[in-house]
């Protein structure tokens, strides 16, 4: 059986105490979820990431933060570097998320340098990619995809595998104004991803687990992580109350294990 990824990004809200409060109750009504076989983390603000990194069990949720800079240090003002955050014990490098992309423009290039310094320094890389409502439109979803894995991984050796992760999250699928994908076409997009994987790093490149983000919802989750090429469910809106988002990640794993 497949491990099941259910993790979120709290993007910029929640302040130190409330990030606390959120995780310290998510630990607990989730503590009895085996985690051999369900993977939980969660990306808080870096305000929060000191205080979360001390308190938190990672072995219960795994701590992420939501950018990084590609270079350890230097004349960089307002950018964080991976030794800042690897001195908290992170384990996770979110990368390249629509908002980034889109609102402070971030490019393919830059995803690709900070995948690798991501690497270097033994941070799970979370590559997000996903293609635009325009670039839907004109039926270039599947090119679109295919670039930002190509140039994000571009010269990443095969040995690191075990450290990729991928979000397929589409841009008009995120936040208050998104739709959600539907099922059908989440499938059609995770399997171009995986094929693309495979052509990147080899047959190997299957085993990256890759993961739905984009308005999931308890009306839509059930259906989503069922998907033959969705290992996971990586959520906002829908995450952020720790009993709703508990219960969310439960129906889907009955659902799963029904199925
Ligand atoms: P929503 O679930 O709120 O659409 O956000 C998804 C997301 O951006 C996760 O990174």
């Known amino acids: 059986m497949k491990k099941l990824y ?9 302040n ?4 606390m409060e959120y995780l310290t109750k998510l630990q607990e009504l989730t503590a009895d979820l085996d985690r051999s076989r369900y993977e939980m983390f969660i990306i808080p603000s870096f305000t929060s990431l000191y205080c979360a990194s001390e308190k938190i069990d990672q072995n219960l949720i795994r701590l992420g933060a939501q950018n990084m800079c590609w270079e350890d240090q230097g004349q960089f003002t307002g950018e964080i570097s991976p030794l800042m955050l690897k001195e908290l014990n992170l384990q996770i490098m979110e990368l390249g998320h ?4 889109h609102v402070f423009g971030e490019t393919d290039q830059w995803m ?3 995948v690798k310094a991501a690497l270097s320094h033994g941070f799970t890389a979370l590559l997000c990619i996903g293609e635009t409502d325009e670039q839907k439109e004109y039926g270039i979803s599947d090119e679109v995809l295919r670039t930002q894995l ?3 991984f571009y010269g990443v050796s095969p040995e690191n595998i075990g450290n990729i992760w991928v979000a ?3 841009v008009w699928a995120i936040g208050v104004n998104g739709k959600p994908a539907t099922p059908e076409y989440a499938q059609e997009k995770h399997h171009v991803i995986r094929e693309c994987l495979a052509e990147i790093f080899g047959e190997k490149g299957r085993e990256i687990p890759v993961l739905y983000g984009g308005s999931v919802n308890p009306g839509n989750s059930n259906q989503l992580i069922v998907l033959p090429d969705v290992d996971g469910l990586f959520v906002g809106r829908a995450a952020w109350d720790a ?3 508990n219960v969310l990640i439960r129906d889907a794993i009955e659902t799963y ?3």
């Open 257 to 259: 294990n029904n199925q």
């Open 150 to 152: 190509k140039i994000g």
């Open 112 to 114: 690709n340098l900070k």
């Open 98 to 101: 629509s908002e980034r992309r």
């Open 16 to 19: 130190v105490h409330d990030t």
């Open 243 to 245: 009993e709703k988002f």
């Open 168 to 170: 397929y999250e589409p």
């Open 6 to 14: 259910f993790g979120s990004n709290l993007k910029m809200y929640k």
